[in-house]
Every structure is written in structure tokens, then in C-alpha cells.
């Protein structure tokens, strides 16, 4: 594997940085305080080409490369993870799909302005009783002549209340299981589609978490994705990718973890001296940059072998594992580093705790990702 990351890579890299020092930093503590989204930082990571990352050119996307995405998701989640899974979420579950699914038709239609960050995305797989159990989706979406009508109710839906288009995975037939399920575009203001919950949470408070509900929601036949009862498969093959983008997300709160760890240790002083000169502080440090170098080193390798056209869904899973424990364990290791100022809203680092236990949830839990990484070698 080829980690040496080339010119334009490096170049992506270096204006995520920029962008996530000049224009993120200053506001984070404040709009994780307000729980306010960021829309014009939104509009700006579009301006740049982020949000469209591996879309073609022809279709208003950058086209790029699966390395340089996770770069980019890097250095904004090195500063503000929820800029990471606004982010995460619009290329990797929205407009991922729409390319490589999607008819011409739709991606005039929907994948354009979402790729050229004019519009913003959500995914809607998780159900109340469908979270790890997918396929237990009781959405139901009834033909009706050239309309599909939806009904039912969507939860933790990043981006819901925000987005101008909706992937919603819902059940023609549930006696067919997996094989009953569609995917389907609904755009924002589609009458039944309403916001039911607006979720108070422990991390990523500045990205929008809702439960959204579909109450005979009218949608043109020509917005299913797919044929019917490709739903399931879709959202499988979307979530493979997804969890790249976490496992970066994941993988930029550990490397932020560590930087503010590395600059504390440096400046603070106990028993007449810095405490990077103390052991215990040393043996922490030394710790936390390797794993943050081997969540690095399975991040890129996925995104590598996606590149390449070969299977990732493991390699995606691995990362994603490995990645979000780093993230966690991390974030635990920089307060205990930090002390009592680790423990206090105006230093960085209790956020980072609160942001990254979700990476440890959030597009299939760390229980699902030892599932899909065991059934791949089992039955290999
Ligand atoms: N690629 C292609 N097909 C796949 C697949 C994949 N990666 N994974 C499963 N399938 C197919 C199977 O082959 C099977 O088809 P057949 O019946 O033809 O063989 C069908 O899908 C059903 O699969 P399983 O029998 O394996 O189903 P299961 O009930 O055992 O569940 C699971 C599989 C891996 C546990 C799956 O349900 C799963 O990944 N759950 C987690 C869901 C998840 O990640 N949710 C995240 C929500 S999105 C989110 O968080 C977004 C956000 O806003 C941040």
C-alpha cells in the first residue's frame, strides 16, 4: 500500500487546515454552547468543493479521490467534529449513492446541488426499532398510481431538520425482510413530511440530530432510487463508505486530542517543571500517537482499496472500530492530562470526549462493525 499522499492530496489537506483553523476554530466552543448549526461554515466547505468530494466534475462535484476525503474530514474534525459529520454525511451517505445509483435524470434532479453545496443531505435508515436490526424497517412506502405515499417515522436522522433532500429507506412488502425495502428521495417541504424531535445531545451539538415523520407523504414514483427491494442493499453499500468518513471524523478528534495534549504538556508546570518532562504524562503522549498513526494507517488503507476499485466494507469496518475507541480512549487520556482544566467547558477537551463517543455509535455501532469484520473472515 502506497501511503505516500500526492500533490493534490497534500494540497486538499493543507486547505481543510486552513479552513478548519481560520474559519471553524474561533466559533466551536460557542456553537457547541448554543447548539447552533453552522450554515455559512456549511456554505463555505461547498464553496471549496467538500461537499461534493468524489462526485464527477460533470455531475458539480470535485472529483476527487477517497483519500483526499479523508484527509479533508480529518482537519475538520481536528476542530469541530460536528462540521465532520455535516460533512461526513452529505458526501459519504448522500450524494454517494445518488452517483453511483441514481439515473441521469436524478442526478440533474437532486445530486447536482448537492455536490456543489448549494443543497445539504440527509439519510434516513434508523427507525425507532430499527437501529443495529436495519432491517426492521416500519416505513412503509404504498404505490399509488405514479406516487409511492410513505408513512412512518425516521430517528437520528443527521442534518434531517437542515436538509433539502432526503434518502429514506422504506418497506414496500415487510414480509419480504430485506428484500421488501426501496430507497426514495423526499425533498424538504414535501407536505407529511414534518420534524417530530429535535434531539438534545451529549456531543456534536452543532450538527442538527432529528426524528423525522412521514405522514402520507406523496413523493413521485420517478424519486425511488433503484429498483424496488434494492433499498437494503443500497443502504449497505452506502454505509460501507460512510464509515470511512466516521472512521476520519473519529480519527481527527484523537489527532486534536492529541495536539492539545502535546501544547498543555508543554506549557504547564508541576514540581518545578513542565510535565512532559514527567513519565506518567510521556508514556500517555507516546501511547495516544500510535494509535492515532494506526487509526490513520486503516483509515487511508480503506479509502485506498475503495480507490482501487477492490471490496473495502471490512477495511471500512476495521478502521471505523479501531478509529472510534482511539477517539474515545484519547479524549479520556487528554483530561486526565489536562486535570481539572480538562474538566471545565472553556478548554477544548471535554468536548472532544463528548464528540467522540458517538463515532463509537453512529453509522453501525462498534458491535455491528465486529460483526461485518468477522462474517467477512468467516466465511472468506
Ligand atoms: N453489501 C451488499 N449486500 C449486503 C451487505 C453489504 N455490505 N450487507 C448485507 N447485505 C445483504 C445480505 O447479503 C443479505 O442479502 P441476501 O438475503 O440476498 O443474502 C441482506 O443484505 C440482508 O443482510 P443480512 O442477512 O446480513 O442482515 P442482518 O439482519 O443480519 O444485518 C447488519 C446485517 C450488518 C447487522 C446490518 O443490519 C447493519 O449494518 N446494521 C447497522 C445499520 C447501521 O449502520 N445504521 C447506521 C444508520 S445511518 C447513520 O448513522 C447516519 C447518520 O446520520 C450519521
Not at 446541488?113 to 434516513?124: I, Q, S, Y
Not at 518532562?277 to 508514556?283: G, S, T, V
Amino acid at each position: 500500500m502506497n501511503f505516500q499522499f500526492n500533490d493534490t492530496q497534500l494540497l486538499i489537506r493543507e486547505t481543510a487546515r486552513k479552513f478548519a483553523v481560520d474559519r471553524a476554530a474561533p466559533g466551536t466552543i460557542d456553537r457547541d454552547e448554543q447548539e447552533s448549526f453552522p450554515a455559512d461554515l456549511v456554505k463555505e466547505l461547498g464553496e471549496l468543493g467538500f461537499m461534493g468530494m468524489m462526485v464527477p466534475e460533470e455531475w458539480g462535484g470535485s472529483g476527487m479521490d477517497t483519500v483526499s476525503y479523508v484527509l479533508a474530514v480529518e482537519e475538520v474534525s481536528r476542530v469541530d467534529a460536528s462540521l465532520g459529520v455535516i460533512m461526513s454525511v452529505n458526501n459519504s451517505l448522500v450524494c454517494f449513492g445518488l452517483n453511483k445509483y441514481g439515473t441521469d435524470e436524478q442526478k440533474e434532479r437532486f445530486l447536482r446541488d448537492l455536490a456543489t453545496g448549494k443543497k445539504l443531505g440527509a439519510f434516513a435508515l434508523s427507525e425507532p426499532e430499527a437501529g443495529s436490526d436495519a432491517t426492521n424497517q416500519h416505513t412503509l412506502a404504498r404505490k399509488d398510481g405514479d406516487s409511492y405515499i410513505l408513512n412512518g417515522t425516521k430517528n437520528w436522522i443527521t442534518n434531517g431538520s437542515t436538509a433539502d433532500i432526503i434518502i429514506v429507506m422504506a418497506s414496500n412488502d415487510r414480509s419480504k425482510g430485506s428484500k421488501g425495502i426501496s430507497t426514495f428521495v423526499v425533498e424538504k417541504g414535501t407536505p407529511g413530511l414534518t420534524v417530530a424531535k429535535k434531539e438534545k445531545k451529549l456531543g456534536i451539538r452543532s450538527s442538527d440530530t432529528v426524528s423525522l415523520s412521514f405522514s402520507d407523504c406523496r413523493i413521485p414514483a420517478g424519486n425511488r432510487i433503484g429498483d424496488e427491494g434494492a433499498g437494503f442493499r443500497f443502504a449497505m453499500k452506502t454505509l460501507e463508505g460512510g464509515r470511512i468518513g466516521i472512521a476520519s471524523q473519529a480519527l481527527g478528534i484523537a489527532q486534536g486530542c492529541l495536539d492539545a495534549s502535546v501544547r498543555y504538556a508543554g506549557e504547564r508546570k508541576a514540581f518545578d517543571k513542565p510535565i512532559s518532562q514527567l513519565q506518567a504524562i510521556q508514556f500517555k503522549i507516546a501511547d495516544m500517537a500510535t494509535n492515532v498513526e494506526a487509526s490513520r494507517a486503516l483509515t487511508v488503507r480503506a479509502a485506498l482499496l475503495k480507490d482501487s476499485g477492490k471490496p473495502f466494507g471490512k477495511e471500512a469496518a476495521m478502521a471505523k472500530l479501531f478509529a472510534s475507541k482511539t477517539a474515545v480512549m484519547a479524549a479520556l487520556e487528554a483530561i486526565q492530562i489536562h486535570g481539572g482544566y480538562g474538566y471545565v467547558r472553556e478548554y477544548l477537551v471535554e468536548r472532544y470526549l463528548r464528540d467522540a463517543k458517538i463515532t463509537e455509535i453512529y453509522e453501525g455501532t462498534s458491535e455491528i462493525q465486529r460483526i461485518v469484520i468477522s462474517r467477512a473472515l468467516l466465511r472468506a
